[in-house]
């Protein structure tokens, strides 16, 4: 697609970006270019880090409802 591009023709292409932009406003347009290609891989990185749950230390017991009481210790059912 790109592979007859020379020299001559990107020097081109660099000179219409100047005129139609300007000059300062070139860097603008890269650095909020470049931060939206960042926010999105971040944003990537996001949706697929929360599909899958983190799995429980090893061996830490996984409470059930009604197993332990609010201190965190056991229930004794008789002394």
């Known amino acids: ?35 939206g290609i960042k926010e999105f891989k971040r944003s990537l990185k996001d949706a697929t880090g929360d599909d899958l749950p983190a799995p429980p230390p090893r061996g830490a017991q996984t409470p059930t409802s009604g197993s332990l009481s609010s201190g965190g210790d056991p229930k004794r059912l008789s002394d």
């Open 1 to 35: 697609m790109f592979g007859d591009l020379s020299f001559s023709h990107i020097l081109i292409l660099l000179l219409v970006l100047v005129l139609v932009f300007g000059a300062k406003r070139i860097p603008e347009i890269g650095s909020s270019l470049g931060q």
